[in-house]
């Protein structure tokens, strides 16, 4: 399965990010999605959509899309929040999720900041795909996609955009 993994849109969910999520089966959004409910609708038509709500995200997104959520995709555990660190800074809440649920895989957004690291502690990979929108600071706009199969990840993929 290919998986395109954004964040942080803020309403905006541009060409050039359609062009690189084209060939995705799934979008897994890491919140603050930025618009309205129809803009949460747009991004589920162009592909199916597993995502959270943010913290910039108003009661009718919430509606749509739950704070967290925890699902497995081809063996791998994926847990996705919005506000979650990276290992060694999680927030509170995140690690504790993190702690009872055990993922192989933790997405978050909120920071606006790509990373992509293994966390050696609870053996998992942490994503955070960055700002894909164009609300905040960040000098480039960002995207991920990779592989699963089988229970392991490849492929990964990095999509910059300067703002």
């Not at 597993?50 to 997104?61: E, F, K, R, T, W």
């Not at 979650?84 to 927030?91: H, V």
Request: with cysteine; proline share 4%; net charge neutral.
């Amino acid at each position: 399965m290919k998986v395109g993994i954004i964040s942080d849109t803020h309403g905006v969910f541009s060409k050039e990010f359609k062009e690189f999520l084209e060939p995705v089966d799934v979008i897994w959004h890491a919140g603050d999605f930025g618009g309205s409910r129809e803009f949460v609708k747009e991004i589920a038509a162009f592909k199916p959509l597993i995502g959270v709500y943010g913290n910039c995200d108003g009661q009718d997104i919430r509606q749509e899309c739950p704070r967290t959520q925890f699902f497995n995709c081809e063996g791998k555990k994926i847990l996705m929040t919005h506000i979650g660190g990276y290992p060694g800074k999680y927030d509170l809440k995140a690690l504790a999720m993190i702690e009872n649920y055990r993922p192989d895989v933790f997405v978050c957004g909120h920071s606006h900041i790509l990373k992509v690291m293994m966390d050696k502690q609870y053996d998992m990979l942490v994503i955070n795909p960055g700002a894909c929108g164009l609300q905040g600071w960040q000098i480039y706009r960002t995207a991920i996609r990779m592989d699963i199969q089988d229970g392991k990840i490849s492929n990964l993929e990095l999509f910059k955009l300067e703002r």
